[in-house]
């Protein structure tokens, strides 16, 4: 895969995944399934029902790489808190709060990354995106 190849396809990872969360719930639970199915060693889902009865809905996604760790949860007053950390020796060493925007940025290129080295996740990409 080219330099170029390799952006066209975070481009396209970014694009697939802004147009998936319109809605904050919906979006958690199809992003928690799709990293679960890519990365199911990597990912990490808290889901939680809201009441006694009724779905349990995702309450936080965990997604860790070699130096990162990208975590979405939910916020409690119906939005998504965004969160970025360095991971070093499987230690996590810093949390940074981002934009949902660039946290998707970051997702697409951990992604591409990985898919770079992971026939697997590679083809995972490859059926989400089609």
């Known amino acids: 895969m080219t330099a170029h190849g390799a952006q066209l396809d975070v481009d396209l990872l970014a ?12 979006f958690a639970d199809v992003l928690a399934g799709k990293l679960q199915a890519m990365l199911p060693a990597r990912t990490r889902v ?6 006694l009865v009724g779905p349990k809905r995702v309450r936080r996604i965990v997604l860790r790489l070699d130096t990162v760790q990208l ?10 808190e965004a969160l970025e950390a360095s991971v070093s020796g499987g230690i996590v060493l810093k949390h ?26 590679r083809e995972a990409l490859e059926r989400w995106l089609l």
């Open 96 to 121: 940074e709060r981002v934009e949902l925007g660039d946290w998707l940025e970051r997702l697409s290129a951990a992604l591409a990354a990985e898919a770079s080295r992971s026939q697997q996740t």
């Open 46 to 51: 808290e889901r939680r029902r809201a009441g």
């Open 15 to 26: 694009a697939a995944l802004r147009a998936d969360s319109a809605d904050l719930a919906q």
């Open 71 to 80: 975590e979405l949860h939910d916020a409690g007053d119906g939005t998504i």
